[in-house]
């Protein structure tokens, strides 16, 4: 629905790769169209852990030395990114720690 062909007879990548996705992994039942569950199932996967993926994003976007770790002086460099993480409750676990 957000592609317009617009007179250019080429698909753009973005729109084959997106209808591929769409008939293989989307519409499980195979009737065309996503219903609840399918939606369900894309917005909100089952088998994705959202705190684990937050923790890995906050690692890696803050781990300057990439020794796996991260420091005080790290954390507070990307003070940014983790007052506005769910990982921290929007910043609320660092303020009840006197490490942070």
Avoid: C
Avoid at 47 to 55: F, G, N, R, S, V
Avoid at 79 to 93: H, I, K, P
């Amino acid at each position: 629905d957000m592609y317009s062909r617009d007179g250019d007879a080429d698909e753009p990548e973005w729109v084959k790769t997106e209808r591929e996705q769409f008939v293989e992994f989307r519409d499980k039942n195979r009737d065309g169209k996503m219903d609840k569950e399918e939606t369900k199932d894309w917005i909100l996967p089952s088998d994705y852990d959202h705190a684990e993926a937050e923790a890995r994003h906050l690692v890696y976007e803050s781990d300057q030395n990439k020794d796996g770790k991260l420091s005080k002086e790290e954390i507070v460099e990307k003070y940014d990114l983790f007052v506005g993480s769910q990982a921290t409750d929007f910043g609320e676990a660092l303020v009840r720690h006197d490490e942070f």
